[in-house]
Each structure stands twice: as structure tokens, then as C-alpha cells.
């Protein structure tokens, strides 16, 4: 609140505590008055004037009380205003909120989808390794049955390497055995 504010519902505040000094000086000077009508009690001057004294006191409680009024007044104003400006606030935070819980909602949309996706990616993660898995089993058996065929093929060369060379050394003694004869 800025000073103005604050001063005004300070005189707003102070409006009680003044009607009820100008009502106790008033009823002081009444009684001052009633003093001095009981002193003077046959004199009509000092009858008039205590009047005129009375009719004074309540001028000035009048005089006093009107800008009171005014003030009063003004302060009433100034918070009907205020009033208004917290229920214009109080829809522009409404509606900021609105806006606020739309924008979380769409996050979440995303997120929830981003998650849905995220799934899915998981899946075909899980998939593709258990086809890597598998792969990798089928060309453990093919590297094996190729080693095995290797070895087999190994095997077998070996056997035809002997038997060719059986056959070298057969035909290497042939011509010898033919020369032989034929010396």
C-alpha cells in the first residue's frame, strides 16, 4: 500500500475517535455551560450566552465532521476501487492460471508421448537383440560347421596328399622298374 493508502484509512481509523472527542468536548462545554446558566441562573444574557456558546461548539463539531464525511467518503471510494482492481487481478490470475494448466497439460501430452515412444524404441531395441542373440548363435554354428568342413576338408587333403604321393612314389618306381626291363 503506498502512503496516501495508509493515511487515508489512518483518518478513516481516527473518524470514531474524533466524533467521540467532539462529543465529549461538546458535552464538557455543555456542561460548562450548565455551570455557568446555574451560576448566572436568572440572567438572560449569560443565557444567550451560553446558547450562542452551545451553538458554537456544535458548529465546530459540524465544521469538524464535514471534512470527516468528505474523507470518509473518499475512502469508500478509494475501496470500492480497490475492490475492483483485486477482482480484475483475480481474473487475470484466473485466467493466467488457465493459460499455466494448458501449457502443463500439453507438456504432459508430450511427455506421455515422448514415453509411448520411448517404449516402443525399447521394444525394438529388445527385439533387435534377441535377432542379434539369435544371429550370433547361427553364425556360431556356421563358424563351427565351417571349422568342422576345414578340418574335415583338412582331413581328407591330407589323406589325398598321402595317396597322391603313394601314387608319385609308384609312379616313381615304375619307370625305374620299366627301365629295368628294358636294359
Not at 455551560?33 to 459540524?62: C, D, F, M, P
Not at 534377441?130 to 578340418?151: D, P, S, T
Not at 587333403?157 to 616313381?172: A, H, T
Request: glycine content about 2%.
Amino acid at each position: 500500500m503506498d502512503k496516501q493508502t495508509i493515511l487515508t484509512l489512518l483518518q478513516v481509523a481516527l473518524i470514531p475517535l474524533t466524533l467521540a472527542i467532539v462529543n465529549w468536548w461538546t458535552q464538557r462545554a455543555a456542561q460548562r455551560n450548565a455551570v455557568a446558566v446555574a451560576e448566572v441562573s436568572n440572567r438572560a444574557e449569560q443565557q444567550e450566552a451560553a446558547t450562542t456558546l452551545s451553538e458554537k461548539a456544535v458548529s465546530i463539531a459540524a465544521d469538524m465532521l464535514a471534512p470527516m464525511e468528505r474523507q470518509l467518503k473518499l475512502v469508500t471510494a478509494e475501496n470500492i476501487r480497490l475492490v475492483e482492481q483485486q477482482q480484475q487481478l483475480k481474473r487475470e490470475l484466473n485466467a493466467e492460471q488457465m493459460r499455466h494448466n494448458q501449457a502443463a497439460a500439453e507438456q504432459q501430452r508430450r511427455i506421455d508421448e515422448q514415453a509411448e515412444k520411448m517404449e516402443q524404441l525399447k521394444a525394438q531395441i529388445n527385439a533387435l537383440e534377441r535377432v542379434e542373440v539369435q544371429r550370433r548363435g547361427e553364425i556360431e554354428e556356421l563358424k563351427q560347421k565351417h571349422q568342422n568342413e576345414i578340418g574335415q576338408l583338412k582331413q581328407e587333403n591330407g589323406r589325398l596328399r598321402k595317396r597322391i604321393d603313394g601314387i608319385k612314389e609308384q609312379l616313381d618306381t615304375k619307370p625305374l622298374l620299366k627301365k629295368d626291363t628294358q636294359s
